[in-house]
């Protein structure tokens, strides 16, 4: 662990920059974030309006409406006790790149290391998929409207505009990506609670039940999302998938740790705050988006278009585009989120050598106060992942 360096511009020695002075490093980054925007950072991650819509498929082609009714209760009181020990340790030791450096501190220097290469592939790889998932999204409620076709051009043009403008944004300042994913909070609450009204608004029979009936849906039934298994059991635990891949990305607090105001306390209340409600929030949507199917069996042959399919049969085109763009623009800033949670990772591990180029990584825009390099890192690594 480094030496606080001496180069690091001057602080005033307040509190939070105490702490980090505690454990070994300066403050180098811009201090701006409260504790609603450090929230904003997981929340907009985690984002149910993407994973939990994406997804979907792994629940209706796989154990049906229980894969919804029960499954999603279960994968997020699972992810919470994850949380809450990241919550308790993120109390003690708030650092960008925290889950290295807590292995470190708590285990060993190979740990840490290891922890480390393990969630600089998983940040990477996650920004990857929320960004081509934000790309399905489009074509699918966009495309044949716009003439525009799922193509390997289409994919890569769209990935490149997309990660570069998320990159430039990251780079140009934290206030302004802490304005854009404050902004996302509200509009992920929003909009979640919006389309589960408009589900139950549209739903002709209220079978409550089909929210804990189990099917089998694998193999051809389920239009081959899952291959074919004999066992209900085993595809409802396939199933927590859905959870699982949405409830990810609360790391994102630590990692924003050195730019929020009051870490100790606000960071673990937001790794905590941002499962909580994208829980109850994503419970919300995904059980009136079930309730409001036509017929499962005819769900489940839909595979991953069965949220644009339920959608074209119960909603009105006008409310649907509607929901539609407010749902793509939250992708688009859950992506944006991403590059920010990626980028401080890979500079908290540059700032301690442990990548190679760590000199050039771990730099800091003495301007917008922003690690540039390691955010265009992230962005690259991203693309290059996809």
């Not at 020695?13 to 929230?39: C, I, M, T, W």
């Not at 085109?317 to 920010?340: E, H, K, M, N, P």
């Not at 442990?354 to 690690?371: K, Q, Y």
Request: with cysteine.
């Amino acid at each position: 662990m480094n030496s606080i360096r001496k180069s690091a511009p001057e602080t005033p020695p307040d509190d939070d920059v105490k702490v980090l002075h505690s454990l070994g490093y300066a403050q180098e980054l811009s201090r701006r974030l409260s504790r609603f925007s450090n929230f904003a950072i997981s929340f907009s991650i985690i984002c149910v309006l993407s994973g939990g819509v994406n997804s979907l498929a792994q629940a209706t082609s796989g154990a049906g409406g229980a894969a919804v009714g029960l499954g999603w209760p279960l994968g997020v009181l699972i992810s919470g006790f994850f949380g809450l020990a990241m919550a308790q340790i993120a109390s003690a030791f708030p650092t960008a790149g925290g889950l290295y450096h807590w292995g470190s501190i708590l285990g060993n220097r190979f740990t840490g290391w290891l922890t480390a290469w393990f969630n600089l592939l998983g940040l990477v790889t996650v920004l990857g998929s929320i960004n081509v998932g934000a790309y399905s999204f489009f074509i699918g409620a966009f495309g044949p409207a716009l003439h525009v076709t799922d193509s390997m051009a289409s994919l890569i043009a769209f990935l490149a505009v997309l990660t570069v403008a998320q990159a430039l944004i990251n780079a140009y300042g934290i206030s302004v990506t802490a304005k854009l994913t404050d902004f996302s909070g509200y509009l992920i609450f929003g909009t979640s609670v919006l389309i589960a009204f408009v589900c139950l608004a549209h739903t002709r029979h209220f079978d409550l039940a089909r929210l804990w009936r189990f099917a089998n849906y694998s193999g051809p039934a389920g239009a081959d999302v899952w291959p074919r298994v004999p066992s209900v059991g085993w595809i409802f635990v396939l199933g927590l998938m859905l959870p699982f891949y949405t409830i990810t990305g609360y790391d994102a607090s630590a990692h924003t740790a050195e730019e929020t105001k009051h870490a100790t306390m606000a960071v673990p209340r937001a790794i905590l705050s941002s499962i909580l409600w994208s829980g109850v929030l994503g419970y919300f949507l995904l059980a009136a988006f079930v309730l409001m199917i036509p017929d499962m069996d005819a769900a489940a042959k839909q595979g991953w278009n069965v949220f644009f399919w339920a959608m074209s049969q119960r909603v009105p085109i006008v409310t649907r585009d509607l929901l539609y763009a407010l749902i793509f623009i939250a992708q688009l800033l859950c992506g944006l989120a991403t590059v920010t949670s990626a980028s401080r990772m890979i500079y908290a591990f540059a700032r301690d050598g442990g990548l190679p180029g760590s000199r050039t990584l771990a730099r800091v825009s003495p301007r917008h106060r922003t690690p540039g390099a390691a955010i265009w890192a992230a962005a690259i690594l991203s693309l290059a992942f996809v």
